[in-house]
């Protein structure tokens, strides 16, 4: 990153790289998409059953405007067509930037996944912020080193000047100590402080998934919103992807090594994940001392943000 993209970065939570891909590499993956499209709606055989199986497309009056994100479904399209997203994975504006903003060990955590927008697509409601603390895609600074858990890459493939609709967010969010309000989150109010920024395809936007707050405003836009997703997290941070798949003891470990275990005992064994994205019980103590399962939502994690939207 250069120091003035640091700057930026530190200050507002999410950048803006010009110019990620050549003009033929916006071609080549809106082909691609062209060709999903066509499997998703049309295609009678049984590879296109599995695709819409992963990706779970919405539609708004013909035009594709969500997929899963759960399945990298993209980078499993037959030839030439998973290739567009293959290179994206991991291109060198994409790796330099990357390795300032999670550390020199990052890992696709989720996607690619699409999403669109047509004329008259739904607001996607503000999520992400900096307060409650997440410590698994918060951000921090020290020592002149930036760390977030969670970056995501979208990338542009067609035009959407500023005002024109999606990504949305609110600039400096991912340091804010206080909830966001209900009228900014549903953006009934959006305070004067939500920003939609430009991007022209072949652009790519930077932000912090989970501490900015972000999401989407209505697409205004000529031509139908076209962007790919690719969800990055560090090494030590688990939100998505496999790590969702494995986290039952049984497979964790081993059904031998959990078998016949107490409900407390078991609740140690689960694998690695994000406390609130995962089903596992907890632990507590109840009055007397006694170690018990407790629900499955960490209490320190009902912060005020909850009860502030609650009222």
């Not at 962007?227 to 031998?256: E, H, I, K, N």
């Amino acid at each position: 990153m250069t120091p003035n993209e640091r700057y930026y970065w530190d200050l507002v939570g999410h950048l803006v790289v010009p110019n990620v891909l050549t003009a033929s590499e916006v071609a080549a993956a809106n082909e691609a998409l062209d060709y999903l499209v066509d499997r998703l709606q049309n295609g009678t055989d049984e590879s296109s059953d599995l695709l819409r199986k992963h990706a779970q497309p919405r539609w708004i009056d013909g035009t594709l405007v969500w997929t899963d994100h759960t399945v990298p479904f993209l980078l499993m399209l037959p030839q030439p067509h998973c290739e567009p997203f293959r290179k994206m994975l991991a291109p060198p504006q994409i790796v330099r930037r990357l390795r300032a903003m999670c550390g020199e060990g990052f890992r696709l955590d989720g996607g690619p996944f699409f999403i669109g927008g047509a004329t008259g697509t739904e607001v996607h409601d503000l999520h992400g912020a900096g307060e409650p603390h997440k410590p698994y895609v918060a951000y921090a600074e020290q020592n002149g080193a930036s760390f977030t858990g969670a970056v995501t890459v979208s990338y542009a493939f067609s035009d959407a000047g500023a005002g024109e609709g999606g990504f949305a967010c609110v600039p400096g969010s991912h340091k804010s100590r206080y909830p966001i309000p209900p009228g900014l989150r549903t953006m009934d109010d959006d305070m004067g402080c939500v920003e939609n920024p430009s991007a022209k395809a072949g652009d790519a936007i930077f932000f912090m998934n989970g501490a900015q707050t972000h999401g989407a405003v209505p697409w205004r836009g000529v031509n139908a919103r076209r962007t790919v997703l690719f969800m990055y997290s560090a090494r030590s941070a688990a939100r998505q992807g496999a790590s969702r798949w494995c986290l039952d003891p049984d497979r964790y470990w081993d059904a031998d090594a959990v078998s016949g275990m107490t409900p407390e005992q078991r609740a140690v064994m689960y694998g690695p994940s994000s406390a609130p994205q995962t089903d596992g019980p907890y632990l507590d103590l109840d009055e007397d001392g006694v170690v018990k399962v407790d629900r499955d939502y960490l209490t320190s994690l009902e912060t005020a943000s909850d009860t502030f939207l609650r009222g």
